[in-house]
Nanobody, 117 residues
Framework: QVQLVESGGGLVQAGGSLRLSCAAS????????MAWYRQAPGKQRELVAI???????DYADSVKGRFTISRDNAKNTVYLQMNSLKPEDTAVYSC???????????WGQGTQVTVSS
């Protein structure tokens, strides 16, 4: 497994932006996919965005057009740029890594994102 450390969360007003970072302990080139999940209080964890080894990306419908997932292979870091934030985006955001397919078996500790109205 790979160690993942998220950063960049915080409190922001609705309409604002944040960029989350997920730093991996090793090369992310060996991973088949990386993703951002989120979990709001009382709700199930949901997949927000995924980036595959070939560069393909997918997003939850609720964030399409507002969030962008990207990666810097040289820094072994994956990012989540979040724009036009809404109060319903408030959640703990966690980074995940998969060594095969989209079976995510490494997780970060999570970072809190709070969007005020």
């Amino acid at each position: 497994q790979v160690q993942l450390v998220e950063s960049g969360g915080g409190l922001v007003q609705a309409g604002g932006s944040l960029r989350l970072s997920c730093a991996a302990s090793g090369s992310i080139l060996s991973l088949s996919a990386m993703a951002w999940y989120r979990q709001a209080p009382g709700k199930q964890r949901e997949l927000v965005a995924i980036i595959r080894s070939g560069g393909g990306t997918d997003y939850a419908d609720s964030v399409k057009g507002r969030f962008t997932i990207s990666r810097d292979n040289a820094k072994n870091t994956v990012y989540l740029q979040m724009n036009s934030l809404k109060p319903e985006d408030t959640a703990v955001y966690s980074c995940a890594a998969a060594r095969r397919g989209v079976h995510f078996d490494s997780w970060g500790q999570g970072t809190q994102v709070t969007v005020s109205s």
